[in-house]
T-cell receptor
């Protein structure tokens, strides 16, 4: 069945780059997403990539997509303490249903 | 004002009680969703609705029911709450293609439910 997997924790030092990885199973996914959840809040879309793209860059964020391996990654350059949050990988499976991973909790040490 | 609101934000109840969680949105979206979040399990879909006349079960609908009272309102009920329904519940909306990001979903702030 459809599944999205990601590691649960990542710890980095302030100023370093963070890389959060995700694997998914549905090869027909059209959009893949990264959502961010800050403490006490709901999820908010951080960035997304369309399935015909390999890479997308948005300021400090770089998304890489390897369709062959069904692997998605999110790189945050110059990680700040304000980036501490839970990051969810998600895939669209046909326009109406989105499958979310379990979320990666990013800790940023000052 | 928030686009997606949920009430209550926190609720503690006892086993066997009936509970209703409410969600309202001002985004004008047709699609609405209810999820629960558990540590290490991420978000799991309970129910979703594409318009007022359309209600669909998600992957974990047992023990829950929903009502779509209007385009802007989607409520979730636990008819007889049990302790393993203790979780964080999120309502979300979407307008497929409307933002250019596929089925981007907009989430409410969540309701923390504890069943004793």
């Amino acid at each position: 069945g459809e599944d999205v997997e990601q590691s649960l924790f990542l710890s980095v030092r302030e100023g370093d780059s963070s890389v959060i990885n995700c694997t998914y199973t549905d090869s027909s996914s059209t959009y893949l997403y990264w959502y961010k959840q800050e403490p006490g809040a709901g999820l908010q879309l951080l960035t997304y990539i369309f399935s015909n793209m390999d890479m997308k860059q948005d300021q400090r964020l770089t998304v890489l997509l390897n369709k062959k391996d069904k692997h998605l990654s999110l790189r945050i350059a110059d990680t700040q303490t304000g980036d501490s949050a839970i990051y969810f990988c998600a895939e669209d499976t046909g326009g109406f249903k989105t499958i979310f991973g379990a979320g990666t909790r990013l800790f940023v040490k000052a | 004002d928030a686009d997606v609101t949920q009430t209550p934000r926190n609720r503690i109840t006892k086993t066997g009680k009936r509970i209703m969680l409410e969600c309202s949105q001002t985004k004008g979206h047709d699609r609405m969703y209810w999820y629960r979040q558990d540590p290490g399990l991420g978000l799991r879909l309970i129910y979703y609705s594409f318009d007022v006349k359309d209600i669909n079960k998600g992957e974990i609908s047992d023990g829950y029911s929903v009502s779509r009272q209007a385009q802007a309102k989607f409520s979730l009920s636990l008819e007889s709450a049990i302790p393993n329904q203790t979780a964080l519940y999120f309502c979300a909306t979407s307008d497929f293609g409307g933002t250019g990001a596929g089925n981007e979903q907009f989430f409410g702030p969540g309701t923390r439910l504890t069943v004793l």
